[in-house]
């Protein structure tokens, strides 16, 4: 809560280019919210050089992906849309937060383990305290709610055992949050690896659907999609594939398996791939034309970024404040 009012963050880290996966499992969710929450959407660049990154490269992506924020829907005069690295509390509960925060606990991180068998030459601490730095983000706007995808899951379970474990030895300062994973598309699958998630960063091109991919592109991605060696459209198990191509069909289309599965019980793979295709394709045209359209007012973007930095300053410094004088640390003299 802030304020009396119910409070939202979420945030995604500009490590490459936004995927279907990203769009399905969290943003596309987030334009609902802006009415009954307060909302703070960050660009999460600190969480970014977890992993190496290019800098050039680093801020054109963290531009662009605040852009495409406000592109696929968010007011940014209703929405906090922000950079971590502009607001330093985000630094600093961190480092308190490590205080109460178990070895043990991140030892059980999945992604720390996936990510850590990925990057073998640079396992840091950074990536390892990854939650902490999150659990901070989420702490300090004293958030009621998180939309993320599925496989942040654990991260949000975390992040309630310490703001638990911090409100048991000095009270009620932290919101306890819980996460709000959507009903569909909270987990979209590698088109080329059906088992495994679609993530920004993989090395396979053909794995991902970038939100910038071009028609063509979407269309030429999905009907190389893996699937498997019968020919019936049909959800199951084993069926990773096909499963997976009727979960997007059915968000971007809003029709459920059944209607799916009927609409296609005639068809072959060829037609259903791209069905699908073109409905991504639609779907995905209206935000890449705002996005050009955005990326032209350098002015209106610089002035988003300002005017927001200053906003989640203030309420993340109101919330440090409170923890500092908690945890003993001297007040300021002004
Ligand atoms: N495949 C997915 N399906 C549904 N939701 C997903 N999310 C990520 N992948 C899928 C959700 O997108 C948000 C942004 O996540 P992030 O940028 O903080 O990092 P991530 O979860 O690690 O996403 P990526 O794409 O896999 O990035 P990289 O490759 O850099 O690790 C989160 O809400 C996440 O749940």
Redesign the pocket.
């Known amino acids: 809560m802030l304020d009396g009012k119910k409070s939202l963050f979420?945030?995604?880290?500009a490590?490459?280019t936004l995927?279907l996966?990203?769009y399905?499992?969290?943003l596309k969710n987030w334009v609902d919210f802006e009415e009954e929450y307060e909302t703070f959407y960050c660009v999460?660049d600190m969480?970014s050089i977890t992993v190496r990154q290019d800098p050039a490269e680093l801020r054109k992506r963290a531009r662009s992906l605040l852009t495409l924020y406000i592109a696929a829907g968010l007011n940014p005069e209703k929405n906090c849309i922000y950079y971590q690295s502009h607001v330093s509390a985000h630094a600093e509960l961190s480092w308190i937060l490590n205080c109460f925060t178990y070895m043990g606990e991140l030892n059980r991180m999945t992604?720390f383990k996936d990510k850590a068998a990925k990057h073998t030459d640079n396992i840091n601490a950074g990536l390892y305290t990854y939650p902490v730095l999150m659990a901070a983000d989420i702490l300090l706007f004293q958030s009621d709610i998180v939309p993320?995808?599925?496989?942040?899951k654990q991260h949000l379970e975390i992040t309630r055992d310490i703001a638990e474990r911090f409100n048991s030895v000095y009270g009620d300062v932290f919101t306890i949050p819980d996460p709000y994973i959507g009903k569909q598309?909270?987990?979209?699958?590698s088109l080329q690896e059906p088992e495994k998630?679609?993530?920004?960063?993989?090395e396979n091109p053909n794995a991902s659907i970038f939100l910038m991919d071009d028609t063509d592109t979407i269309i030429r991605k999905f009907k190389r999609a893996v699937t498997d060696s019968e020919s019936e459209i049909r959800y199951s198990e084993d069926k990773p594939g096909i499963s997976n191509l009727i979960d997007v069909y059915g968000i971007t289309t809003g029709k459920s398996v059944a209607e799916t599965e009927k609409e296609f019980a005639s068809s072959g793979y060829g037609d259903f791939k791209l069905a699908v295709g073109e409905s991504v394709a639609n779907m995905l045209k209206p935000i890449q034309d705002k996005y050009a359209e955005l990326q032209k007012d350098k002015d209106y973007i610089d002035n988003i970024i300002k005017v927001n930095a200053d906003k989640a300053n203030y309420y993340a410094t109101k919330t440090l404040r409170k923890v500092q004088k908690k945890v003993g640390f001297p007040e300021r003299i002004r």
């Open positions: 979420s945030g995604m880290q490590t490459g995927t996966g990203n399905l499992g969290a999460v969480h992604q993320v995808g599925f496989d942040q598309g909270a987990k979209i699958m998630k679609m993530s920004k960063s993989d």
